[in-house]
Nanobody, 115 residues
Framework: QVQLVESGGGLVQAGGSLRLSCAASGSIFSIAIMGWYRQASGKERELVARINRGGSTNYADSVKGRFTISRDNAKNTVYLQMNSLKPEDTAVYYC?????????WGKGTLVTVSS
């Protein structure tokens, strides 16, 4: 069974940085498009960043220039480096694996940015 486990969330002051990690199991990492999504209280889940097998990326406009997604295929892990954090970045961040036929989701890690 495929499992995605996020880590690295926490409390940080505005302007600070966090690095999120997502470890994937189930032999799907090598074929999956990996992404990070977030969901703030009372809002819909939204795409933050995505990276394909070859390293091509795309980002939400709200995080461009501040966040960087990367992947280590040997470690079956995807990362989200979050710099210059703002209070509006506060949300539960979810790891996603897209293998076209279906999507897998982690349980999320909470990021709280204080002002």
């Amino acid at each position: 069974q495929v499992q995605l486990v996020e880590s690295g969330g926490g409390l940080v002051q505005a302007g600070g940085s966090l690095r999120l990690s997502c470890a994937a199991s189930g032999s799907i990492f090598s074929i999956a498009i990996m992404g990070w999504y977030r969901q703030a209280s009372g809002k819909e889940r939204e795409l933050v960043a995505r990276i394909n097998r070859g390293g091509s990326t795309n980002y939400a406009d709200s995080v461009k220039g501040r966040f960087t997604i990367s992947r280590d295929n040997a470690k079956n892990t995807v990362y989200l480096q979050m710099n210059s954090l703002k209070p509006e970045d506060t949300a539960v961040y979810y790891c996603n694996a897209d293998i076209v036929v279906r999507d897998y989701w982690g349980k999320g890690t909470l990021v709280t940015v204080s002002s």
